[in-house]
């Protein structure tokens, strides 16, 4: 499964990721409970990358700590 996209997965690609998860984890989902869960993450996550631009508020990618200008 070397051209696996992350982005567009083949049929074969869906299907063979629904399998190996729900082996894995004995469970029942489909495909798509992986569209809904990744488009939530990447609303969520564009959400957060415009509140960090426009506040002035940055975190450390090394520490994970908040950092904030002396005017906060």
Not at 20 to 35: A, C, G, R, S
Not at 43 to 52: D, F, G, I, Q
Request: glycine content about 2%; hydrophobic content about 30%.
């Amino acid at each position: 499964m070397n051209n696996y996209r992350i982005k567009d997965p083949t049929p074969f690609g869906k299907q063979f990721m629904v399998e190996q998860f729900n082996k894995e984890f004995h469970l029942d989902i489909t495909y798509k409970f992986f569209k809904e869960k990744l488009d939530t993450m990447k609303k969520k996550y564009k959400k957060y990358k415009e509140l960090l631009s426009s506040t002035g508020i940055s975190v450390d990618p090394i520490t994970s700590e908040i950092d904030a200008s002396e005017s906060w």
